[in-house]
Structures are given as C-alpha cells and as structure tokens.
C-alpha cells in the first residue's frame, strides 16, 4: 500500500519529536515570536558600514519569492536597517527548492541536499555552522563509493570499476578545462564529447575489458544528469567548466536542509512575509514622467491585493520566468532579459523515497550506479532510462533514494505511486539480476516539474547558453547606463555565474541584490527620485 504525502508545508512542520523536529520547532518558534512581538525577530541594532542612517526615508520593497534568494535579500535589508519591505510567496511554506520532509523515521530531501563546498568561502556552510548544524567530523560525499551494475544483471569488480573511475575523472578534466581554453573550436553537447573521449580511451584496455569499462563510463556520464538536470545531449560542452566549484566536498545536515531556513527567518516578522501570495503581474514603469506621485511598480496578486514599490526583486525560478515572463510583466521586459530566458537550460530532478520492510542490501555499503549501454541511453525510450541511481539515505538502514534526472523525470511526475515502484523494482531486479527482490511497502516523491510555482529543478548552461546570458538574467532593468534608476531586480541561482544550480549561488544572488537596494538608498538619501 502507497501513502499519499501530505501536503509540503504540513509534511515539512509535523514532526516535532527527535533532532530534525527541534530544528523544524526552532524555526516555528521564531517565527511565532515575531508575530507577538515583532521585536523578537531582531537581534538588538548593530551599527555597522552597511548601516543606513535610520533618519533616511526608506524606500517601499516587494520581494517576490521566499526561497532562500527572497529570504537572503530581507535578511540583508533588515541587517542594513531597512525594514519596508513584504515578501510574497505563492505556497504555504519558506524555503523554495529547500524542502526537508520526515518520511518515517528519517529526513526525506525533497529538493536541496548537499552544502556543495563544505568551506568558509560558501555562505551556506557559514550560516548552517553558526546554527550548530554541522558538528565534526563532517561526512563528506564519497561520488565512487557503490557498486556498479549492468543492465544484463553482471557486477563490475572493485579493481575495474576504480580504473574506470580514475579514466572518466580524467575525461572530465578535460571537459571542464574547454571554457577556459576558448580556442575558437565548438565541441558541441556534452554527451557528444565524453562519448568521443570514451571512445578513445577504451582502446587502451584489453577486449575482454571493454564490456564492463565501456558500461561503467557511460554509466558515470548519466549521473552528470544530477548535476543538470537535462539529457547531456541539450548541454554544452564548451559551457560546462564555466560553473566554479567550491573546496571541502559535499555535505548533508543531518538535522534537515531546511534548518537554514532558521537564521534567515530570526531578522522578519510575520508582516514580513506573506505565503500563498502567489503573483500574477507585476506592472512597472519607467517611461513617462512620474510627477504625480505614482508607485514605480505594482505588484498584482492573483488573489487581486496589490503592492506599490520602489523597488521588485523577483526571485522565482527561471521555470517560471520561462513559462509566464510574457505575461507576468507590463510592459515586456527587455529584450536581452527574454533572451536570457529563453535560452538558459533548466532540468528536473525527482527523488523518489523507498521504504522496505525487509532491506535487500546492507547498510554503509554504498549505492546501486547503473552502468547503462550507449545504447540503452540513446534509443531507450521508457522513463526508467532517466534512472541514474539508488543511494542509501543518511540515519536510516531501511530507506533508498533513487534519482531520476533529465526529461524522463518530466514523464514520470504523472505516473501513479504503483507504477513508479514497478518502474524501480524492475530496474534493481534486472541490474542485480535478482528477480526476487521485493518492492517497497512505502514511497514519497518529488514532482518539481509539474508544480507550477517551480516547473523544475535549476539551471544548466545548454547549447544556446553562455555567461552572459546569466549575467543579462541577474542585471537590474532599467541598467546601469539608463537614467532611470532601476525598478526590477533580479535574484536566484540561474542570475549568478559560476554559481548556478546551487543554493550558495541562490543565496549569493539575495545578497547581492539587497546591497544594490542599501547603495541606491545611500545615493538618493532615501527612495529613489521621481524624473
């Protein structure tokens, strides 16, 4: 029997009990105080350079979007002494692409999972390690720990499997070393090049090793879908390197991702945030001369309240600018910001949570990676092919999570709980070559694609993307030549280069928008000039 899940706001808050539920009261205690006294959700007046002078009329700022960008920036804001400012969020819940559920009697990441960089230079591990969520020693990530399996039910040895290893870390050296080189040459999809690369490496082993060697890079190709979200034909090759890894490894917070959340919601009140504000136009305008006194923009809910300001700061996902940019603003955006749009990737990645009665595996051992045929991956045409792997979830010997990436992720948002067990159980039956193996009593499932407040995962940089795309999505309108100060601005990680797909990148992006806010402020000696 499959349990529907509840709602997000609700799974996400239920469980009170255990370390994951102190995390979850911490934030709700916050939030609560604030709402009593709205002085508890400040912690005292700290002068500082970033200071605007309190005697400075402030400006009137609509942040649409309480992911961790939208929260990042009314953090900043408050820290700086600004305080007019409503953030509009179209769910019951914070937290955007951060959705940390109890899924028994663990932690079920729906969206973000890992601090991508355990180190200082990452704001995100800087503010989950001044909440006391990371404790030492840190469990870093381990991407070759597991086994690798074919789709003819065969086991690739310890000894073959890290020579692969060793050779595809290689092709992707050199994969990520084409946007630096810049040499004039197009190396076209990704997939185009790594399959070339295997090619040629897989004549230096001998024939009876090519079966397994060939299976295991392709395989490790298909988990590059993890980190974009898209068929790696749809990816850039000469784009891959652009994004700017962090040192340190991967790590999860074990309490939950969501206790993140906590620090970010400590500096708002309850007239800070509004949920289920859901925005369906945003009018702007910059043109005529604005003598009368009239708002700069205004913010239109879909349950018709509307919102003047100084200043917008749109933070939802490029999913959404994607499916409603034409709609969503009057007048149209730039022409450079819908290119940018329109040409930026965006993927998907679902999770789907599997509870056994009686695991089939023993725990710490590792994940199940599936060493797919070049053929499977190419003219497969069942959602399964978008599988790329099953790892074991942290705390827990009885849960897997498998993840399925890419445009099959899309397919299988709309199938039922039973057949999306099938699908797995099908898959691990004929991977291990084990027919026996049982199906899950319990799944919990992510459907990123489908929801229209998110309509995906993140974003990737695709044949038609460069930088300067990402830097045309993250530039205020007007820009900077204009003589008009800028209305809209533009936060998330798809606006901030080298960063992207990430939630430092997210977070880094919030930052960033909010100090532009602080520095117009300055400059005008309050909000921004009628012309």
């Keep these: 029997m499959f349990v529907q899940p509840l709602s997000p706001f609700s799974n996400l808050f239920l469980g009170r009990s255990g370390r994951f539920g102190v995390v979850l009261s911490t934030v709700l205690r916050t939030f609560s105080a604030a709402k009593k006294d709205p002085s508890k959700g400040f912690r005292g007046c700290i ?11 402030e400006p009137s700022v609509v942040i649409v979007g309480a ?30 692409r951060i959705h940390s559920c109890w899924f028994g009697d663990v932690v079920a990441e729906m969206g973000a999972q890992h601090i991508h960089g355990a180190c200082v ?10 909440e006391g969520l990371l404790k030492p020693p840190l469990k870093r990530t381990n991407s070759s720990k597991g086994i690798y399996l074919t789709s003819d039910g065969r086991a690739a040895d310890h000894t073959t499997a890290m020579v ?12 990520l070393s084409l946007f630096a080189m810049r040499r004039g040459k197009e190396h076209g999809s990704l997939f185009d090049f790594f399959s070339l690369r295997i090619q040629q490496e897989l ?38 390197g652009s994004f700017i890894g962090l040192p340190g490894g991967n790590v999860q917070i074990p309490l939950g991702f969501v206790g993140v959340l906590s620090p970010l919601l400590k500096e708002l009140t309850s007239c800070n945030v509004k949920f289920n504000k859901p925005v369906e136009l945003i009018r702007w305008d910059t043109v005529r001369e604005k003598k009368d006194g009239s708002p700069r923009a205004i913010v239109q809910c879909c349950d018709g309240e509307e919102y003047c300001a100084d200043y917008v700061v749109i933070t939802v996902s490029l999913g959404v600018l994607k499916e409603h940019a034409e709609e969503m603003f009057f007048p149209l955006l730039p022409a450079n910001k819908m290119d940018a749009i329109q040409n930026l990737g965006y993927g998907n990645i679902n999770k789907v949570y599997l509870d056994y009665d009686k695991p089939f595996w023993v725990w710490s051992e590792g994940g199940m990676k599936f060493a797919w045929s070049p053929d499977e991956l190419i003219h497969g045409s069942n959602w399964t092919k978008g599988l790329v792997s099953v790892e074991e979830v942290v705390n827990s010997k009885h849960v897997l999570c498998a993840f399925i990436c890419g445009p099959e992720s899309i397919v299988v948002e709309h199938c039922s709980d039973e057949e999306v067990a099938n699908g797995i159980t099908k898959v691990l039956r004929q991977f291990t070559g084990d027919p026996s193996l049982p199906y899950p009593c319990t799944i919990l499932r992510s459907k990123w694609g489908s929801d229209p407040y998110f309509c995906g995962s993140f974003s990737h940089m695709s044949l038609s993307s460069n930088v300067e795309h990402q830097c ?14 800028p209305v809209l601005l533009f936060a998330g990680e798809a606006t901030c280069a080298g960063y992207h797909s990430t939630v430092h990148g997210g977070r880094i992006s919030g930052i960033r928008e909010a100090e532009r806010i602080v520095q117009l402020t300055k400059k005008f000696g309050g909000p921004p000039p009628n012309l």
């Design 164 to 175: 692969a290893h060793h050779v595809f870390d290689q092709i992707q050296r050199e994969a």
């Design 203 to 240: 004549q230096n082993f001998p024939e009876d090793q090519r079966y397994k060697v060939c299976r295991i890079l392709y395989g490790l190709t298909h988990r590059i879908r993890m980190k974009v979200g898209e068929d790696l034909s749809k990816v850039s090759a000469d784009n891959y």
């Design 67 to 96: 992911g961790i960008a939208g929260l990042s920036v009314a953090q900043r804001l408050s820290q700086c002494g600004l305080s007019n400012f409503v953030v509009l969020e179209a769910t019951d819940r914070p937290g955007g």
């Design 121 to 130: 230079n990452n704001p995100v591990f800087t503010l989950a390690a001044q």
């Design 472 to 485: 045309d999505l993250g530039s205020p309108v007007p820009g900077h030549c204009d003589p008009v100060p």
């Design 47 to 57: 002068v500082t350079d970033c200071m605007v002078d309190p005697c400075t009329p």
